[in-house]
């Protein structure tokens, strides 16, 4: 029997399928919704355990969350007596008309009420500088960092401290408070930072052993103690080494431990992505005839810079966090208004604390958060560019 | 070829565009500014200390401190004790938030970070909501959350919570027995060290014999039996020479006991929960650094899901995840210094707080915290160093 012979056979043998079947649909527990539980959460016994128990605890913190923050909160009352349990019969949970009353104080400290309107611009003047820098698509955004940079810092001066000679009253720092108080620690620890870190940077990658070790030596050792000493050391000794007559004021101390402490950080990041670029950028810019300035400031820095944006954000996270610590030196910024409403008698009951501290929570929660998502989304814009 | 063979001269740079010399300008411009600055600071704060009449020197070192101390791990009284005393007694205490947050952050982080990695969706997204909020909250907020919305809360003296009159828990702290030797602890005392010598020993043995032989010893339970069952056999052995004292729930304090004090227990849940959060991300990043090959080769050869992470994937995610974890560590210790906010005895708040409003001799006891901090930064970058050159991939 030839191999024609045999295949003519085959095709003839009616019990030889000569079309594919359709394919059947998968099993219903192995796609969809159900399909993915299973896969994901009930994979196996252990699985299954750990599914169940995660998600009794989330039920639990979400519950307990809900529970104190809305289901038993008190929305209305004029003072401590609305919060109690004896007053009100039930499980008390968050105050809110504490918050209500002393929202003015967490927001402006003893910022004297008549001139508050000069803060509100300050807030303005501030958002519309943010969004300018980071809007990706904004008109003319090198004007925007001069903006930032240069006359924000000098008009919010003149705007919050105020300019007899142009009508504005002088407001002393030490009625500057609450979340003013953090922006204004935040902002100057965002804005000098940067520019000394870069410089120390630069210093600490220098040629001339000088310049190398005292950078080095400012870096290691503000990043060898704790912030809280730098704060210390700024608000105790700093009036010490300065001539009598020209003691600076308490926040303007906090300002520059803030400003010393961010710059030796940031001096840090810049140098990682200094250490990024390539030794051919460098030697293509001298190659070119280009000096020591214009090779850093048109070649390497614009680099270095663009692939640390992410880690400059993070630091201003930490930053961020860490304006909170001059509270212990006795500047009233948010977290310090809050101690000092909480204890006040009139409102002080055992869920005042808990209701103030939660206020905090979100506000740095909002903040820190919306930070954290704008450095990934730049790190994702970044990783597209060297994908290609 | 020199210039004098090809007869061209070099052009002639003016001497202030040599780099050389700018350099050497550049330098002693620079050297001159902070040797300024330093030599202003220093006239400047002893003007300042005389007109104040403040001393100067370190001779406040031995004088009597005069204040008392709620948590000390050496013998300190407020009448005989000197500042000197003081400061290693806040020194211990930091040391002591310190280790213990280092232990607990390390098994908390370990966990939440290999969670972010699980398959299992509620399991991952947990673990990344702890993550996000935790590392977004400032740990000055966290400690007075703990410190004064929880453990302040809890009930008073007379309401206290209480287990079998024996562990007590109320705002004024924690309580639990004290175990108090009696004569004869000594063997289990002794029997303990010789098991832990002889099961570190046992480890080399068998670790050799393994490299050799290939066969494998029972590292595990030969070291639990030296080190727990054996000493506990010796004590059962010596008659139990052993007692628990109970905290005496008095009118207005509880007395005996060994007493955990609420700042204590703030600070260091709250430095534990906010560090595991970073030490989570370091541990995520490390083992996502291990390349998914890696443990398909492991699974390819037959090794099971478990030995493989044990053997395969940690000891290389190892390599990425200490140098972070050790900057996480270092943090941690520089962060217990937030004990001042909530009045935990650290170095900090005995030092700069109460030692520093004592004698106004600022300039000395901030140098001396500072030099402490120092110390252990470098101290600990110094170890890591040289682990990092012992781990780093020995490249062809």
Redesign the interface.
Same mark, same amino acid.
């Given at each position: 029997m030839t191999m024609a012979e045999g295949e003519l056979a085959i095709s003839e043998l009616h019990f030889v399928r000569d079309q594919h079947l359709a394919a059947q649909p998968a099993p219903i527990r192995m796609t969809g919704a159900i399909g993915w539980v299973r896969a !994901?959460?009930l994979?196996t016994p252990a699985?299954i355990l %750990?599914?169940v128990v995660? %998600?009794l605890?989330?039920i639990w913190v979400v519950w307990e969350l809900l529970d104190f923050l809305i289901l038993d909160a008190v929305w209305t009352g004029a003072d401590r007596e609305a919060c109690l349990m004896s007053t009100q019969h039930r499980e008390v949970g968050a105050c809110w008309p504490f918050v209500w009353e002393r929202l003015p104080y967490f927001i402006y400290g003893s910022y004297p009420i008549p001139e508050r309107w000069r803060v509100d611009v300050f807030f303005v003047l501030l958002a519309v500088g943010v969004a300018w820098l980071l809007w990706l698509h904004a008109p003319r955004r090198g004007l925007g960092a001069l903006y930032f940079f240069v006359v924000l810092p000098i008009v919010s001066y003149i705007l919050l401290h105020g300019f007899a000679a142009i009508g504005l009253p002088v407001v002393d720092t030490v009625l500057w408070g609450g979340v003013l108080v953090t922006i204004v620690v935040a902002t100057v620890g965002i804005v000098v930072s940067l520019p000394i870190g870069i410089l120390l940077a630069l210093g600490r990658r220098s040629? +001339?052993?000088?310049?190398r070790f005292?950078s080095t030596l400012f870096i290691?050792?503000v990043?060898?103690?704790?912030?809280?000493?730098v704060l210390? +050391?700024a608000s105790? +000794?700093l009036?010490?080494?300065?001539?009598?007559e020209f003691e600076p004021d308490k926040l303007l101390r906090a300002l520059v431990g803030i400003a010393l402490f961010a710059s030796a950080y940031m001096a840090e990041v810049v140098r990682a992505g200094l250490q990024a670029i390539p030794k051919g950028q460098y030697e293509g810019a001298m190659a070119v005839g280009l000096g020591y300035t214009p090779m850093m400031r048109l070649i390497v820095l614009p680099q270095a810079l663009r692939i640390t944006i992410p880690n400059i954000v993070n630091t201003y996270?930490g930053l961020f966090?860490?304006t909170?610590?001059v509270?212990?030196i006795g500047i009233f910024d948010l977290?310090h208004t809050i101690?000092v409403a909480?204890i006040d008698p009139k409102w002080a009951t055992?869920v005042t604390?808990?209701t103030g501290?939660a206020v905090?929570?979100m506000f740095?929660?909002v903040f820190?958060?919306g930070m954290?998502r704008y450095a990934r989304a730049t790190e994702a814009r970044l990783r597209k560019g060297d994908k290609r | 070829m020199s210039s004098e063979q090809t007869g061209i001269r070099p052009p002639r740079v003016p001497l202030y565009n040599d780099p050389r010399v700018r350099?050497v300008i550049?330098?002693l411009a620079?050297?001159a500014i902070?040797v300024f600055l330093v030599y202003?600071?220093t006239t400047?704060?002893i003007?300042?200390?005389q007109?104040a009449h403040i001393a100067s020197g370190f001779g406040f070192w031995n004088e009597t401190a005069g204040f008392n101390i709620s948590q000390s791990l050496i013998p300190f009284s407020s009448t005989i004790s000197t500042y000197g005393t003081a400061f290693w007694v806040g020194l211990l205490n930091t040391l002591l938030v310190a280790a213990l947050g280092i232990v607990l952050a390390t098994i908390l982080g370990f966990i939440v970070g290999i969670s972010r990695l699980s398959? !299992?969706?509620?399991?991952s997204r947990?673990a990344s909501g702890y993550v996000?909020?935790i590392?977004?909250?400032?740990?000055?907020?966290q400690l007075?959350?703990w410190y004064?919305?929880v453990l302040?809360?809890l009930p008073e003296l007379r309401n206290s919570y209480s287990i079998a009159d024996a562990i007590y828990l109320n705002n004024r702290g924690f309580y639990v027995p004290e175990p108090i030797a009696r004569p004869g602890f000594g063997w289990v005392e002794l029997v303990f060290v010789v098991g832990i010598v002889a099961s570190v020993a046992f480890y080399f043995w068998a670790r050799r014999r393994q490299m050799q032989t290939g066969q494998r010893a029972p590292v595990l339970w030969v070291t639990l039996g030296l080190v727990i069952a054996l000493p506990f056999i010796v004590l059962l052995l010596a008659g139990v020479p052993i007692h628990f004292e109970s905290p005496q729930a008095g009118r207005f304090n509880i007395s005996g006991g060994i007493e955990v004090v609420p700042e204590f227990a703030a600070l260091l849940f709250g430095l534990s929960i906010y560090t595991a959060a970073f030490i989570a991300e370091v541990v995520r990043a490390g083992i996502m650094a291990v390349s998914q090959g890696q443990a398909e080769a492991a699974y390819s050869l037959g090794i099971k899901p478990g030995p493989t992470l044990r053997l395969i994937v940690v000891p290389q995610a190892m390599r990425v995840i200490i140098p972070p974890l050790s900057s996480q560590y270092l943090n941690l210790i520089?962060?217990s210094?937030?004990a001042?906010?909530i009045g935990y005895p650290d170095l900090?708040q005995i030092f700069?707080g109460t030692v520093?409003n004592q004698t106004g001799q600022?300039?000395e006891v901030?140098a001396i915290?500072?030099a402490v901090?120092?110390t252990i930064?470098?101290v600990t970058s110094g170890l890591m160093n040289l682990y990092n050159q012992r781990m780093a991939l020995v490249e062809r």
């Amino acid at each position: 029997m030839t191999m024609a012979e045999g295949e003519l056979a085959i095709s003839e043998l009616h019990f030889v399928r000569d079309q594919h079947l359709a394919a059947q649909p998968a099993p219903i527990r192995m796609t969809g919704a159900i399909g993915w539980v299973r896969a !994901n959460l009930l994979s196996t016994p252990a699985n299954i355990l %750990l599914t169940v128990v995660v %998600l009794l605890l989330t039920i639990w913190v979400v519950w307990e969350l809900l529970d104190f923050l809305i289901l038993d909160a008190v929305w209305t009352g004029a003072d401590r007596e609305a919060c109690l349990m004896s007053t009100q019969h039930r499980e008390v949970g968050a105050c809110w008309p504490f918050v209500w009353e002393r929202l003015p104080y967490f927001i402006y400290g003893s910022y004297p009420i008549p001139e508050r309107w000069r803060v509100d611009v300050f807030f303005v003047l501030l958002a519309v500088g943010v969004a300018w820098l980071l809007w990706l698509h904004a008109p003319r955004r090198g004007l925007g960092a001069l903006y930032f940079f240069v006359v924000l810092p000098i008009v919010s001066y003149i705007l919050l401290h105020g300019f007899a000679a142009i009508g504005l009253p002088v407001v002393d720092t030490v009625l500057w408070g609450g979340v003013l108080v953090t922006i204004v620690v935040a902002t100057v620890g965002i804005v000098v930072s940067l520019p000394i870190g870069i410089l120390l940077a630069l210093g600490r990658r220098s040629h +001339m052993p000088t310049v190398r070790f005292f950078s080095t030596l400012f870096i290691e050792f503000v990043r060898g103690v704790p912030l809280i000493t730098v704060l210390f +050391m700024a608000s105790v +000794m700093l009036p010490l080494f300065v001539p009598q007559e020209f003691e600076p004021d308490k926040l303007l101390r906090a300002l520059v431990g803030i400003a010393l402490f961010a710059s030796a950080y940031m001096a840090e990041v810049v140098r990682a992505g200094l250490q990024a670029i390539p030794k051919g950028q460098y030697e293509g810019a001298m190659a070119v005839g280009l000096g020591y300035t214009p090779m850093m400031r048109l070649i390497v820095l614009p680099q270095a810079l663009r692939i640390t944006i992410p880690n400059i954000v993070n630091t201003y996270i930490g930053l961020f966090k860490d304006t909170t610590l001059v509270t212990i030196i006795g500047i009233f910024d948010l977290l310090h208004t809050i101690e000092v409403a909480r204890i006040d008698p009139k409102w002080a009951t055992p869920v005042t604390s808990t209701t103030g501290y939660a206020v905090a929570a979100m506000f740095y929660l909002v903040f820190c958060y919306g930070m954290s998502r704008y450095a990934r989304a730049t790190e994702a814009r970044l990783r597209k560019g060297d994908k290609r | 070829m020199s210039s004098e063979q090809t007869g061209i001269r070099p052009p002639r740079v003016p001497l202030y565009n040599d780099p050389r010399v700018r350099s050497v300008i550049y330098q002693l411009a620079l050297a001159a500014i902070i040797v300024f600055l330093v030599y202003g600071a220093t006239t400047n704060a002893i003007d300042h200390l005389q007109r104040a009449h403040i001393a100067s020197g370190f001779g406040f070192w031995n004088e009597t401190a005069g204040f008392n101390i709620s948590q000390s791990l050496i013998p300190f009284s407020s009448t005989i004790s000197t500042y000197g005393t003081a400061f290693w007694v806040g020194l211990l205490n930091t040391l002591l938030v310190a280790a213990l947050g280092i232990v607990l952050a390390t098994i908390l982080g370990f966990i939440v970070g290999i969670s972010r990695l699980s398959k !299992n969706w509620l399991v991952s997204r947990v673990a990344s909501g702890y993550v996000e909020t935790i590392r977004n909250i400032p740990l000055l907020l966290q400690l007075l959350f703990w410190y004064n919305g929880v453990l302040k809360a809890l009930p008073e003296l007379r309401n206290s919570y209480s287990i079998a009159d024996a562990i007590y828990l109320n705002n004024r702290g924690f309580y639990v027995p004290e175990p108090i030797a009696r004569p004869g602890f000594g063997w289990v005392e002794l029997v303990f060290v010789v098991g832990i010598v002889a099961s570190v020993a046992f480890y080399f043995w068998a670790r050799r014999r393994q490299m050799q032989t290939g066969q494998r010893a029972p590292v595990l339970w030969v070291t639990l039996g030296l080190v727990i069952a054996l000493p506990f056999i010796v004590l059962l052995l010596a008659g139990v020479p052993i007692h628990f004292e109970s905290p005496q729930a008095g009118r207005f304090n509880i007395s005996g006991g060994i007493e955990v004090v609420p700042e204590f227990a703030a600070l260091l849940f709250g430095l534990s929960i906010y560090t595991a959060a970073f030490i989570a991300e370091v541990v995520r990043a490390g083992i996502m650094a291990v390349s998914q090959g890696q443990a398909e080769a492991a699974y390819s050869l037959g090794i099971k899901p478990g030995p493989t992470l044990r053997l395969i994937v940690v000891p290389q995610a190892m390599r990425v995840i200490i140098p972070p974890l050790s900057s996480q560590y270092l943090n941690l210790i520089k962060n217990s210094s937030l004990a001042v906010a909530i009045g935990y005895p650290d170095l900090v708040q005995i030092f700069t707080g109460t030692v520093l409003n004592q004698t106004g001799q600022a300039v000395e006891v901030v140098a001396i915290t500072m030099a402490v901090y120092l110390t252990i930064s470098l101290v600990t970058s110094g170890l890591m160093n040289l682990y990092n050159q012992r781990m780093a991939l020995v490249e062809r």
